[in-house]
């Protein structure tokens, strides 16, 4: 059975906001930390950002810092990643991924992960 699963992909021209959400089941849900990852056509898979579960800290790639924002709402057992002023490289299959406790480094491996939603950014 599943136990994340990610929503909110689509196709956005350039400059546009999409926000995607991971649904997470079957946890201890404040216990994990909670991350994004993406993947490319041809390119190897990219930490975009984590947020903890404990305190909420937030890590982002140099990537899309000052344009991604990832949130967690620990009743609704969910985390949204809000992405702005997006750009044609931001195309990509995105993954939500967890592992129990803090935040890893975004070029660590994750425990657990979705199925995957496309993001396409193009005019």
């Known amino acids: 059975q599943e136990q994340l699963v990610e929503s909110g992909g689509g196709s956005v021209q350039p400059g546009g906001s999409l926000r995607l959400s991971c649904a997470v089941f079957?946890?201890?849900?404040?216990?994990?930390?909670i991350s994004w990852f993406r993947q490319a056509p041809g390119k190897e898979r990219e930490g975009v950002a984590c947020i903890d579960g404990s305190d909420g800290r937030t890590y982002y790639a140099d990537s899309v810092k000052g344009r991604f924002t990832i949130s967690r709402d620990n009743a609704k057992n969910a985390v949204d990643l809000e992405m702005n002023r997006l750009k044609p490289e931001d195309t990509a299959v995105y993954y939500c991924?967890?592992?129990?406790?803090?935040?890893?480094?975004?070029?660590?491996?994750?425990?657990?992960w979705g199925k995957g939603t496309l993001v396409t950014v193009s005019s």
């Open positions: 079957k946890w201890a849900f404040d216990y994990y930390s």
């Open positions: 991924a967890a592992d129990p406790g803090y935040c890893l480094p975004l070029d660590h491996d994750r425990d657990y």
